[in-house]
């Protein structure tokens, strides 16, 4: 209404915006803290985990949690808080490989379908209604079947699996930037399309893939996690948490904290997660509806 | 007698936090029975929120220290007051019956709802009045309006079924509030005239408006408002010949007629948005504005034979016109009418379906955008939404630096060139790092033309580049628009609904209806003796100050 300028927003982005409101929000920071203690875990396990979690001793065997073995032992004397810490790595590397794969993929078929229009994006849009018609964790169960279990494979599958929710959003997006008032201008320019495209097209139509990206990470860890414990993934003793649980199973009731630990870690980390990327979601909307 | 509406002292004021930013500054406020009371201001002046305070919606906290309405003293009035005093004792008027309108109800349903007797079945009897109601707005055969919905009446239908609902209960008191800004104008002749038929039946009404020339039509009595208070307050009459207030000299000098042709609209002196201080010193003389250069010789652009058909029927119906350097083309006509199509053909956006256009003599149309490329940059368009034709990652820099891509000046040569056009725009090198949404309205549009200008154009399509714009911001983009194109012999072909627009700037002009051009000619003679019945119409549709 007023001529006076709007306060400079962009000075801050989203990502900035949401860093500064962590210390704030109870909630967010204790996921926030979470998610760090897990990053080191994944990076250098040794730091939180002394023990060797793949060498047995079978007379360490089903160890209650003491002071020695914080979350106990396992069937084969492994230290179950070990395996749990090492386990992260398998986790993450499976959630964030699939999601790059499947936002990368997702982002560049979206932006050629919504570009394209015509009978290309109507090849692309159709395939992905195939793809996504299917539940995520079937058909990464039917990909595996073909390739075989393994990380690299499972990171495949679910990378395949969660490539529609990535490529529809991104054409949506093309779709009504391509129309924009700001891209018929630049047409003006005489730019020419590749130019347009990476220019003005490409940065506001992928703006939304982080976010995206960010909460199906939680969902990509527990496919990982269902479809180790099904024994897809990687394979013993590698201490995957999907396959320790599985492996945890037969003894729930003699030995509790051979399953309680992995089964916690992989619902506080898909919650952690998910708080942060949902929180972050609501900052970037927000921002978007001013 | 009473007044209708008596009011001391108004103020309004929206909570920020644990302080108030008060919009409305101690107004006084009386509408006598009978009487049209016109409330005049820009964007911003408080007009709307004030109209809103009258029946209790402002949503902000209200201050008087007398505030009757209707015999009633309304402070410390409740939610449920109020809406005993709504409908029945105050109508209201929105700007638009398209968005004021509910879509999912027919307008049998929503006239039942404004009778106080809503539900999804209408009873005989209110059917009846419903009937009688929409007869006296001037809705021709109301049976058959009744059940239908919003969007299948017109504009005009819509805003007097949309004026209906507002006068349904008889309210002593009908406030329309910028009852015709989006409508065409030959539309917005017929609502005028419908307030007029209402005015001499004896209602009264206050009205709201930017427009001083629909002022004038009706009001009885007029108050500006600026930033809050009342500046000036008197007869219409008295307001619109001898305004005492620079204030309302500037609104009036800023209005773009046929007597501004060839002189500027605003005062010389600003250099930005900032309107000038209240005590500015009174501009009784206008200022000429500096001599166009037409060289008849050299043909810009030449359209003929123009056709573009959509679905059905035609959006442009066999369009030619040609445009010499130097010269300014006006294309004028109602929404609907193809004027933007023609644009979209020029500026290669669109192909027509016949037809040709040659820029610079050289074909343009139907040629592989490849070999278009180069020639673009001669070639600019200044669009009517600023601020959706801006990247909203970019700053003002890179903004006007875009259009220099392709006439290949980069680095600190186009940094020079972007400061050079920011200055000729006045804006200046303060504004290089400023996102578009930090820019207010006239500021966009002037990044807009600087964009234009950088890469020096032969040829310049405005299309409504004023039309979102408050009447002073108006005058300066249009006094800076006719400016660089005199001082750059720009050609430039000018796109408007507005009609004193185009007899201020341009130099011939193109009336168009249903994608033909009905008449065309120099200015000065198709607005003196128009020779088409349309632009006969359309000429006397346009509200003028006396």
């Known amino acids: 209404m007023s001529a006076l300028p709007a306060p400079a927003e962009h000075e801050t982005a989203p990502a900035s915006q949401f860093l500064r409101r962590l210390p704030t929000n109870p909630g967010l920071a204790l996921a926030a803290l979470f998610l760090a203690v897990i990053a080191i875990a994944t990076v250098s396990p040794a730091l939180l985990a002394t023990a060797d979690p793949i060498a047995a001793d079978p007379l360490q065997a089903q160890l209650p949690p003491s002071w020695e073995h914080w979350f106990g032992t396992d069937h084969l004397g492994r230290d179950v808080f070990s395996r749990v810490v090492h386990g992260a790595r398998y986790s993450i590397l499976i959630g964030v490989g699939a999601v790059a794969l499947a936002a990368t993929a997702g982002s560049f078929l979206g932006l050629v379908a919504g570009l394209s229009r015509g009978l290309i994006d109507e090849i692309i849009t159709r395939l992905l209604d195939v793809v996504s018609a299917f539940p995520d964790l079937l058909l990464a169960l039917v990909l595996i079947s073909f390739t075989g279990p393994g990380t690299t494979n499972l990171i495949f599958a679910l990378g395949v699996a969660?490539?529609?929710?990535?490529?529809?959003?991104?054409?949506?997006?093309?779709?009504?930037?391509?129309?924009?008032?700001?891209?018929?201008?630049?047409?003006?320019?005489?730019?020419?399309?590749?130019?347009?495209?990476?220019?003005?097209?490409?940065?506001?139509?992928?703006?939304q893939v982080p976010i995206l990206a960010t909460i199906g990470l939680g969902t990509a860890i527990i496919g990982a996690a269902?479809?180790?414990?099904?024994?897809?993934?990687?394979?013993?003793?590698?201490?995957?948490?999907?396959?320790?649980?599985?492996?945890?199973?037969?003894?729930?009731?003699?030995?509790?904290?051979?399953?309680?630990?992995?089964?916690?870690?992989?619902?506080?980390?898909?919650?952690?997660?998910s708080v942060l990327g949902r929180r972050w979601q609501t900052a970037f909307e927000g921002r978007r509806s001013e | 007698m009473m007044p209708l509406v008596d009011i001391r002292d108004l103020t309004i004021a929206f909570p920020r936090g644990s302080q108030e930013n008060r919009v409305v500054h101690g107004i006084n406020?009386?509408?006598?029975?009978?009487?049209?009371?016109?409330?005049?201001?820009?964007?911003?002046?408080?007009?709307?929120?004030?109209?809103?305070?009258?029946?209790?919606?402002?949503?902000?906290?209200?201050?008087?220290?007398?505030?009757?309405?209707v015999g009633d003293g309304v402070l410390g009035f409740r939610e449920r007051d109020w809406r005993r005093l709504r409908g029945s004792k105050i109508g209201f008027v929105l700007q638009d019956a398209l968005v004021s309108l509910d879509p999912l109800r027919k307008v049998s349903q929503q006239l039942a709802d404004a009778f106080g007797h809503p539900g999804y079945f209408v009873r005989r009897d209110v059917r009846e009045e419903s009937r009688a109601l929409l007869h006296s707005v001037g809705i021709p055969d109301p049976e058959r309006r009744l059940p239908q919905y919003p969007h299948q009446l017109s504009g005009g239908l819509r805003q007097r079924a949309l004026i209906a609902t507002a006068i349904a209960r008889r309210p002593s008191l009908l406030i329309a509030d910028e009852p015709t800004t989006a409508l065409d104008a030959t539309v917005q002749k017929q609502i005028l005239d419908l307030f007029a038929e209402r005015k001499q039946a004896g209602h009264t009404l206050l009205l709201i408006s930017h427009d001083l020339a629909v002022v004038a039509r009706l009001a009885d009595r007029v108050l500006v408002m600026k930033q809050g208070k009342i500046v000036e307050e008197g007869p219409t009459k008295q307001i619109l010949s001898e305004p005492a207030h620079p204030y309302t000299r500037r609104l009036l000098d800023a209005v773009p007629s046929a007597s501004s042709r060839g002189f500027r609209l605003s005062p010389a002196t600003q250099t930005e948005d900032n309107a000038p201080s209240l005590h500015a010193t009174v501009v009784c003389q206008r200022l000429p504005l500096p001599p166009k250069r037409i060289d008849a010789a050299q043909r810009v652009l030449s359209a003929s034979g123009l056709v573009k058909r959509y679905g059905g029927g035609f959006a442009v119906n066999n369009v030619s016109f040609e445009l010499a350097?130097?010269?300014?083309?006006?294309?004028?006509?109602?929404?609907?009418?193809?004027?933007?199509?023609?644009?979209?053909?020029?500026l290669g956006l669109i192909e027509p379906d016949s037809g040709t256009v040659l820029v610079d003599g050289q074909p343009w149309s139907h040629r592989s955008e490849a070999k278009r490329r180069a020639r673009r940059a001669s070639m600019q368009l200044i669009a009517q939404d600023a601020?959706?034709?801006?990247?909203?990652?970019?700053?003002v820099e890179k903004i006007v630096g875009e259009s220099l891509d392709t006439v290949g000046v980069f680095g600190r040569d186009r940094r020079r060139r972007v400061i050079e056009v920011l200055d000729a725009v006045r804006l200046g090198?303060?504004?290089?790092?400023?996102?578009?949404?930090?820019?207010?309205?006239?500021?966009?549009?002037?990044?807009?033309?600087?964009?234009?200008?950088?890469?020096?154009?032969?040829?310049?399509?405005?299309?409504?580049?004023?039309?979102?714009?408050?009447?002073?911001?108006?005058?300066?983009?249009?006094?800076?628009?006719?400016?660089?194109?005199?001082?750059s012999g720009t050609a430039l072909l000018f796109i408007s609904h507005d009609l004193g627009v185009i007899h201020h700037l341009t130099d011939r002009v193109l009336v168009m209806k249903d994608g033909r051009v009905v008449e065309t000619g120099a200015v000065e003679t198709v607005f003196a003796s128009p020779t088409h019945s349309y632009t006969r119409a359309l000429l006397d549709a346009v509200p003028a100050l006396p």
């Open chain 2, 29 to 69: 406020l009386t509408i006598h029975e009978g009487e049209t009371v016109a409330l005049v201001g820009e964007s911003g002046s408080g007009k709307s929120v004030t109209a809103r305070a009258l029946i209790g919606l402002s949503g902000a906290v209200v201050g008087a220290s007398r505030f009757d309405i």
């Open chain 2, 387 to 395: 601020l959706s034709s801006f990247d909203p990652r970019y700053t």
């Open chain 1, 226 to 273: 269902g479809l180790s414990f099904l024994g897809m993934g990687p394979q013993p003793p590698a201490p995957e948490w999907g396959a320790m649980l599985a492996e945890a199973r037969n003894y729930l009731r003699v030995a509790w904290w051979i399953g309680v630990w992995p089964g916690l870690a992989i619902t506080l980390t898909v919650i952690a997660i």
């Open chain 2, 325 to 346: 350097a130097g010269e300014a083309l006006g294309i004028v006509g109602e929404s609907g009418s193809g004027k933007t199509t023609v644009a979209k053909i020029v």
């Open chain 2, 429 to 487: 090198a303060t504004f290089l790092d400023r996102y578009p949404r930090e820019l207010s309205g006239g500021q966009r549009q002037r990044v807009a033309i600087a964009r234009a200008f950088a890469p020096r154009p032969k040829l310049l399509i405005a299309d409504e580049p004023v039309s979102a714009l408050d009447v002073s911001v108006q005058a300066q983009v249009l006094d800076l628009l006719a400016e660089l194109q005199a001082a």
């Open chain 1, 162 to 207: 969660f490539i529609p929710r990535f490529a529809r959003v991104v054409r949506a997006q093309t779709f009504v930037i391509a129309r924009s008032g700001y891209v018929e201008q630049a047409r003006t320019f005489g730019l020419s399309r590749t130019v347009l495209v990476l220019r003005h097209v490409l940065p506001h139509a992928v703006a």
